[in-house]
């Protein structure tokens, strides 16, 4: 493949001119918000299950994969995508009962599946759940584990395609046998043992299952469930009937004394929190129910209880609670707030292991239950880490470290020596010596200090003509830290540069920073985006005609958003699963629990807001867009693909240039979680090679030497 067939090739599809798209038809549909006439065309594609929006989808994903099909090193990028992705991935091992447990990938299984080690760490592994076999293509997937206190059984609950909803069943652990025990409609959950069943969380059937992915969800309950019965005997725990758009969830401290109860409702910032001493029957009790900050329960010492907190410390807290004085004022810090943020803390091995973020990089340090700092747990630069699981009498601990150039690694800690050992190496082919990280801070529109992660070969000329590929999120309280993946390995091995900005949004630097980019506030994050391209371009590490920018989610919001206020700044945008609708995202499913980092249409103010920024209703004839590749899913239930399909079609009617504008559909997928490897694989081939092919290039292990 050279150079001279890909420009010839460019050349052809310029002259074609725009692509042959679906024609989408629109509707009179009109909505009036606080004296303002907002027109909604296409309105019906909101409608999911109905035959005209399927047949639009068929018609939509025929010129997409037409398109794609002309790229002529395609099947090249997936098969070296799946040569990349292919290596064991396992993580650290956890236990329940006397044995051990841990997720493993061989490397192009569809789903990691679940190994136990039968009475020690030594043990032969054995597969004990295997989500491969739960569906024929793959699109099953495991969504949640749980064991009982003595790990006699586990409960496990399953996700099909990607939905938000979830199936729990039973499995004897000795046996490995599936227990009758089966329960429905179960959302938004985990599952908290004590006793002879288990707690957790779920919705009403839906009245009409067809419309089960787009519905409102409303009148969230707390069940128990006792093994050997059937569902319709769980009994209601909890419900709300004056507040339907609350949810609620539960957790018990390891002694199982006490059980808390977590309530977050709409347009909340934070949670209220409540529990219930079992031993004396008590009912629920509160401990904090204004809804503006987070807290939860960590572990109970004795009779009190050990809180993690950002009431009253933005950047968050660990303080202890006594039933018997429960005021605030009476509140006593265990773990005082400090300048980095208090990212995750646990009880284990009878010490208190609290993970702060500093700087977008994570430290771990070891307390004794008073608040003691005995030692710090040294981890690389730019690390991320996860695990510090387990029960206080136990002598150590498992934990994972990763990087944007190192796969997960597995350590073992112990407490007596308050050393850590390299327990599970992850093996890959790839030598991160060729390659860097560097992070950058540069300034916003407002000039405000943005961090940004850099990683790219070692010796890389800046020169403007790198392809680079930026990559934000900056919503939700949400830090993106640094993480290894195999698939960015394909954009970095050809030379791209690789750009994480952290965005006002986020949580990186505690709710300071989460307010900044929330609401009101909203256009900073599109801002601190856009100042994030345009540093790149300033420094030199590329340009608008090799930069692509890319987010899911919240971040497809995001990609939508600045795509149409500085479309010159990009060549290509890969906006995913996106909010695009932001006058009707609180409409569908759990999209209410969204408005307090956006705000709502039903507020005057809010509304004024949203309709300057929301995607959908800002897109402007006359402009040069750059190439966009929407991707959805048809079973996503967070952010409905509707969004995707009216941004789309919006798109493909006023925007008449060359570029390519197109919406990948996957079907019998979700909003992400539960991916299939192979679905992932073909999807990012897709991207790589639609941003490659729209930046004219060609990946260099085709070209000839």
Do not use: C
Request: glycine residues 8%; proline residues 5%.
């Amino acid at each position: 493949m050279n150079r001279i067939i890909v420009t010839l090739l460019f050349a052809a599809v310029a002259a074609y001119g725009q692509l042959p798209y679906p024609k989408t038809a629109k509707t009179e549909q009109a909505d009036t918000y606080h004296g303002t006439v907002v027109h909604d065309p296409y309105r019906w594609l909101e409608q999911d299950t109905a035959a005209a929006v399927k047949q639009w989808v068929q018609g939509q994903n025929a010129v997409t994969f037409g398109y794609l099909d002309r790229i002529p090193f395609r099947n090249a990028v997936l098969e070296r995508l799946t040569k990349l992705y292919n290596y064991p991935k396992q993580s650290a091992p956890f236990r329940a009962g006397k044995n051990w447990f841990f997720y493993k990938n061989d490397g192009l299984q569809n789903q990691s599946v679940l190994y136990i080690r039968r009475g020690s760490l030594d043990a032969e592994p054995k597969v004990f759940l295997d989500p491969n076999t739960f569906s024929a293509d793959g699109t099953t997937s495991l969504a949640g584990l749980a064991f009982d206190k003595q790990g006699k059984y586990a409960a496990y609950s399953v996700s099909k395609a990607g939905s938000d909803w979830r199936e729990i069943f039973v499995v004897d652990v000795r046996t490995g046998k599936r227990l009758a025990d089966r329960i429905e409609w179960a959302k938004f959950t985990g599952v908290s043992w004590y006793g002879n069943g288990f707690y957790y969380s779920g919705y009403d059937a839906p009245k009409d299952t067809a419309s089960k992915l787009s519905t409102s969800n409303a009148y969230h309950k707390v069940y128990y469930h006792i093994l050997g019965t059937p569902q319709a005997k769980d009994m209601l725990v909890y419900q709300d009937k004056e507040h339907p758009q609350r949810l609620f969830g539960v957790g018990l401290t390891e002694d199982q004394r006490f059980i808390q109860l977590s309530a977050s409702q709409r347009g909340s910032n934070g949670n209220a929190l409540y529990y219930r001493d079992l031993r004396k029957r008590t009912a629920f009790l509160p401990i904090l129910e204004t809804f503006d900050d987070d807290i939860s329960i960590v572990d109970n010492v004795g009779d009190k209880l050990l809180l993690s907190t950002n009431r009253s410390a933005p950047n968050g807290r660990v303080v202890l609670f006594d039933p018997a004085r429960p005021a605030e004022k009476h509140w006593t810090d265990v773990l005082p707030e400090r300048p980095e943020v208090l990212n995750a803390v646990s009880v284990v091995g009878g010490k208190l292991i609290a993970v702060y973020t500093k700087d977008v990089s994570h430290r771990v340090y070891v307390y004794d239950l008073k608040g003691k700092l005995e030692n710090e747990i040294p981890l690389s630069s730019y690390g991320t880490v996860g695990g510090f699981g387990g029960e206080r009498g136990d002598a150590f601990t498992f934990y994972t470290l990763t990087s944007f150039t190192s796969p997960a690694s597995v350590y073992r800690y112990d407490f007596a020596s308050r050393t850590s050992s390299l327990y599970q190496r992850t093996e890959i082919d790839f030598d991160p010596e060729k390659y860097e990280t560097k992070q950058v801070f540069y300034p916003g529109k407002d000039g405000t200090k943005i961090p940004m992660f850099i990683v790219h070969k070692k010796g890389l000329v800046l020169d403007g003509t790198n392809p680079t590929l930026l990559y934000g999120y900056g919503g939700f309280n949400v830090s993106l830290m640094p993480s290894f993946s195999a698939i960015r390995l394909a954009w970095l091995e050809q030379g791209g540069v690789y750009a994480q900005a952290n965005l006002r949004g986020g949580g990186e630097y505690g709710e300071q920073w989460h307010q900044a980019g929330m609401k009101l506030n909203k256009q900073n994050v599109f801002d601190d985006f856009i100042a994030a391209g345009e540093y790149l371009v300033k420094e030199r590490y590329t340009s608008p005609s090799r930069l692509a920018v890319q987010g899911g989610s919240n971040g497809g919001l995001l990609v939508g958003a600045v795509t149409n206020q500085r479309p010159d700044l990009f060549k290509v945008a890969l906006p995913a699963v996106g909010v695009m609708d932001m006058l009707r995202y609180h409409t569908f499913t759990i999209g209410w629990a969204w408005v307090n980092d956006y705000g709502s249409s039903d507020d005057s103010v809010h509304f004024t807001n949203l309709l300057k920024y929301s995607p959908v209703h800002n897109i402007r004839e006359g402009v040069e867009y750059p190439a966009v590749l929407v991707t959805t899913a048809d079973h996503d239930d967070r952010v409905v693909p509707a969004h995707s399909f009216k941004y789309i079609s919006t798109l493909q009617e006023k925007y008449k240039g060359p570029n390519p504008v197109l919406i990948r559909i996957e079907t019998s997928a979700g909003h992400g979680a539960g991916k299939p490897t192979s679905k992932i694989l073909e999807e990012w081939s897709d991207i790589y090679s639609f941003t490659w092919w729209n930046m004219g290039l060609t990946p260099r292990y085709l070209l000839k030497e």
